[in-house]
């Protein structure tokens, strides 16, 4: 007969490999070679069009407002990328450049100001008891983060564009290189 404490060890074990190869599985932030066309207007489709296109993370952070764990493997990716844009993974809309992105150590993708303000809209956020600006997709209204003002930042604006990776693409310069 197992006991309690071999069975919840039992337990315990299979919890952290299933974790570790789920870790192993996540994907990273799509990259491009091209910078991809953008929207002429609104882009609308059907929910099952949105899980066709985008990959099940994707779909998790842009379609139904999710959020990456911090610090995960797509903002390490991030800290590593030289100069180029990012892209709704979404829509393909321009949303920020690496001209703009700062490392706040908050464990997301930060940016201080939009590359394209039009394609990036502000809206009250009151989920989890607390009042936020949300930041969505002008094209596809897909879900991208929260900005957040005022916090003291050494940046021009003061703002902190706190964005999933996850609903990015990432467009290296032609002429960049990683950073170390």
Same mark, same amino acid.
């Given at each position: 007969?197992?006991?309690?404490?071999?069975?919840?060890?039992?337990?315990?074990?299979?919890?952290?490999?299933?974790?570790?190869?789920?870790?192993?599985?996540?994907?990273?932030?799509?990259?491009?070679?091209?910078? *991809? @066309?953008?929207?002429?207007?609104? =882009?609308? $489709?059907? &929910?099952?069009?949105?899980?066709?296109?985008? /990959?099940?993370?994707?779909?998790?952070?842009?379609?139904?407002?999710?959020?990456?764990?911090?610090?995960?493997?797509?903002?390490?990716?991030?800290?590593?990328?030289?100069?180029?844009?990012?892209?709704?993974?979404?829509?393909?809309?321009?949303?920020?450049?690496?001209?703009?992105?700062?490392?706040?150590?908050?464990?997301?993708?930060?940016?201080?100001? *939009? @590359?394209?303000?039009?394609?990036? =809209?502000? $809206?009250? &956020?009151?989920?989890?008891?607390?009042?936020? /600006?949300?930041?969505?997709?002008?094209?596809?209204?897909?879900?991208?983060?929260?900005?957040?003002?005022?916090?003291?930042?050494?940046?021009?604006?003061?703002?902190?564009?706190?964005?999933?990776?996850?609903?990015?693409?990432?467009?290296?310069?032609?002429?960049?290189?990683?950073?170390?």
């Amino acid at each position: 007969m197992i006991s309690i404490r071999s069975f919840s060890t039992l337990a315990f074990s299979l919890t952290l490999a299933a974790c570790s190869a789920e870790d192993q599985t996540k994907a990273v932030m799509e990259t491009r070679a091209e910078v *991809p @066309a953008e929207p002429a207007g609104k =882009v609308v $489709k059907t &929910d099952a069009e949105w899980k066709k296109q985008l /990959t099940p993370e994707q779909y998790r952070i842009l379609r139904e407002s999710g959020t990456e764990r911090a610090n995960g493997e797509v903002y390490k990716e991030f800290k590593h990328q030289g100069k180029g844009t990012y892209h709704c993974a979404g829509c393909n809309a321009l949303l920020f450049s690496s001209d703009h992105k700062f490392d706040s150590g908050c464990g997301w993708p930060s940016f201080y100001d *939009p @590359a394209k303000a039009e394609n990036v =809209v502000l $809206k009250k &956020d009151s989920s989890l008891g607390a009042v936020r /600006t949300e930041v969505t997709c002008a094209k596809c209204d897909g879900h991208l983060g929260h900005v957040f003002d005022g916090e003291g930042y050494k940046t021009p604006t003061d703002q902190r564009y706190c964005i999933n990776g996850g609903g990015l693409i990432y467009v290296p310069a032609k002429d960049a290189a990683p950073l170390k």
